[in-house]
């Protein structure tokens, strides 16, 4: 959590302790969750770089790294029910300690068999992670804060997945060293989890309700998660490959993604801001139409030094559409229903991260590097459309004060 916070004369602070905020679980539990994705961010580089390193071919590379998402899909709709069964407090840190014991597995035990099976554990644990934690800022948050919190929160996500593989460029490959810094991260995790554990919600005292009955729910917010999902994992997987085939060198190819992700760091809280002062739909359809319109001027931009203003603000729209998803979600549920709302985002984000690469990829050997814009695009002028439609069906004034 930026020091900004800490700082009662800083604009922020200010803004977030005269909404009655509980400050002390909140930077807790996020700056818990930003370190549990430097643990991430630099454990799926880590794992495929040493199954390259045994001489493994891509393809069972690429189908090791499928396990995560495809344990996050199938744990996720059975978080709500194990939260109240163990207890949400309980249940949670339960998934940091068997994180925890998944990476020294992952070490101990190197044949590609075992590693299938952790891989697919370790996104069930992460996954179910997040479900709660995700669910506990929208509580902890109030409506008139929710999208400076989660903008926050969302930035500092981006900057914790963005650092793992810089301490994996520092520490490198070799023996333990790698896997205990992804070792020490999450502990850092689980223990400030542990120290704000008091100020963190319960598990909802009603009937859990289900993924599949919460689906219909919220059908727009869901969309919003899958074609995010899908821009995120094919811009991490191809903005590189992309720039080459436009001439770039590979150092100048990767600083276009290091550019988007800085975007998506930078401008989340400006969004989050505007959000909080205008209906959130309306910030999320500007989000949108910007990502498409990032898409068309993308194959014109590259290579040209309008590709750095580009790269950053098309990270940072694709981005805040999740933002303003998440805060929406938080406005819109309480209670079971937020929880099987988090755990039908982590689905909805499971499905989009594993049809986007694949898809934008066929994309782009079907009609060149300009498939990739063309899907990432395609994708998020769709949810526009979508949005446009359910928003024209339900006014402004049927969304509350909080969301005008």
């Known amino acids: 959590m930026p020091e900004s916070l800490h700082q009662g004369t800083s604009p922020l602070a200010r803004g977030l302790q005269t909404a009655r905020l509980p400050l002390r679980p909140l930077i807790g539990l996020i700056a818990a969750l930003a370190v549990m994705d430097v643990t991430m961010g630099l454990t799926y580089p880590l794992l495929a770089l040493i199954l390259e390193s045994r001489g493994h071919s891509t393809a069972l590379i690429g189908l090791n790294a499928a396990m995560f998402p495809i344990g996050l899909i199938t744990v996720s709709p059975l978080v709500p029910r194990l939260a109240r069964s163990f207890g949400s407090i309980a249940f949670v840190l339960g998934c940091v300690t068997m994180t925890i014991g998944l990476l020294v597995l992952l070490k101990i035990l190197p044949a590609l068999g075992f590693w299938f099976v952790l891989c697919f554990l370790l996104g069930g644990s992460t996954g179910g992670l997040f479900v709660v934690t995700e669910a506990w800022i929208m509580e902890l948050s109030t409506e008139a804060t929710r999208g400076r919190v989660v903008a926050i929160y969302t930035s500092l996500l981006s900057l914790g997945f963005a650092t793992g593989p810089l301490i994996l460029a520092w520490v490198g490959i070799e023996g333990w060293a790698p896997f205990l810094a992804g070792i020490g991260c999450a502990v850092l995790g689980l223990t400030a989890l542990f120290l704000v554990r008091g100020g963190l919600p319960a598990a909802p005292e009603e009937t859990p309700v289900s993924v599949l009955s919460f689906m219909p729910l919220a059908p727009a917010l869901l969309l919003a998660v899958v074609v995010f999902a899908m821009f995120d994992t094919s811009a991490m997987s191809l903005i590189p490959l992309y720039g080459l085939r436009h001439g770039l060198d590979q150092a ?153």
Request: aromatic share 14%; glycine share 14%; net charge positive.
């Open 252 to 404: 100048t190819a990767n600083y276009a993604l290091s550019v988007l992700i800085a975007g998506n760091v930078l401008l989340q809280f400006p969004i989050g801001w505007l959000a909080d002062r205008i209906p959130r739909r309306h910030v999320m359809l500007g989000c949108a139409v910007s990502t498409v319109l990032g898409a068309i001027l993308a194959p014109h931009a590259i290579a040209t030094l309008w590709q750095w203003p580009l790269f950053f603000f098309w990270g940072s729209t694709a981005f805040g559409v999740f933002t303003l998803a998440l805060a929406e979600l938080g406005d819109r549920f309480t209670g079971a229903q937020l929880l099987a709302g988090s755990a039908a985002f982590a689905l909805c984000w499971g499905f989009g991260g594993i049809l986007g690469p694949p898809l934008s990829g066929t994309a782009m050997t079907a009609f060149g590097p300009e498939g990739l814009p063309l899907v990432l695009g395609g994708s998020f002028a769709f949810f526009t459309l979508v949005a446009v439609w359910r928003a024209l069906r339900r006014p402004v004034s049927a969304l509350g004060p909080g969301r005008r």
